[in-house]
């Protein structure tokens, strides 16, 4: 079959919690790599089912040999949601865009159908439509009592790199996600995001993907020693946190 001459448009989302667990071929739980005789640790984060780099081995997804498997992605599940940092001014916004109690955006019928209008215009001509979101979250952010419920909402203040403050309370990644997952369907298109693809709840991670072996192998020093990839490296902190953050939330609890 000939590939397609021309495409026709390419579309951006996020990944959801859902389609990140979907395309994993394993949930990665501990920080080790190989075991006393070199070889793999399953659920580790050179576990075979992500891929293979060294001879003799296949991997147990594709059953590929080193340099015909491409990988394949893994996911940690974290204990407690994190702020991706990538978006973090742009969660600041939809924050003081929204009321805290009922999640819908801080502005009337009228205006959210007008906003929203112009907006399906300006998508339908193929034109930006940055200037109408940025008129959304200075009208709506400017705003403090909620249409819809009445509720008073704090000015929050962001501060760099991931902090919220509302009435000198700095709110918790479970807290702002609350308030995400609260916000209607139809209300999600006046940030540009596309409520099917890119759902503000998503910008607040629970699963964190783990890439292919492949994209981070690890190479061998002339003392014979393995050496890992600094990606590698930064995922074994990542893992040894989040066991530490769950056990002390079980400890809480007891």
Not at 111 to 129: M, N, T, W
């Amino acid at each position: 079959m000939s590939a397609p001459k021309r495409i026709g448009k390419i579309k951006f989302g996020i990944l959801s919690p859902k389609e990140l667990r979907k395309m994993s071929v394993t949930k990665i739980i501990t920080a080790d790599t190989y075991d006393d005789d070199g070889y793999p640790i399953d659920m580790g984060l050179m576990d075979q089912r992500l891929g293979v780099i060294d001879p003799g081995l296949r991997c147990k997804t594709c059953g590929g040999r080193p340099g015909e498997c491409p990988g394949h992605f893994g996911h940690i599940e974290l204990v407690a949601p994190i702020i991706h940092v990538g978006y973090a001014k742009f969660i600041g916004k939809i924050l003081k865009s929204i009321c805290k109690k009922c999640g819908h955006v801080l502005l009337s019928e009228e205006d959210k159908k007008e906003y929203l209008e112009k907006i399906q215009v300006q998508r339908e001509s193929g034109q930006s439509f940055d200037d109408i979101v940025k008129e959304i979250f200075k009208t709506s952010g400017s705003l403090n009592t909620c249409p819809y419920c009445g509720e008073i909402n704090p000015v929050i203040k962001f501060e760099k790199p991931t902090g919220y403050i509302e009435d000198d309370h700095r709110l918790t990644s479970i807290e702002i996600r609350d308030r995400f997952e609260r916000i209607p369907d139809e209300d999600i298109e006046l940030f540009g995001m596309d409520k099917n693809n890119a759902k503000p709840a998503w910008l607040i991670l629970t699963v964190l993907p783990v890439p292919p072996v492949t994209t981070r192998p690890s190479i061998t020093l002339e003392s014979g020693q393995r050496s890992e990839d600094d990606l590698t490296h930064k995922l074994v902190d990542i893992i040894r946190i989040n066991q530490r953050w769950r056990t002390k939330m079980r400890g809480h609890l007891n």
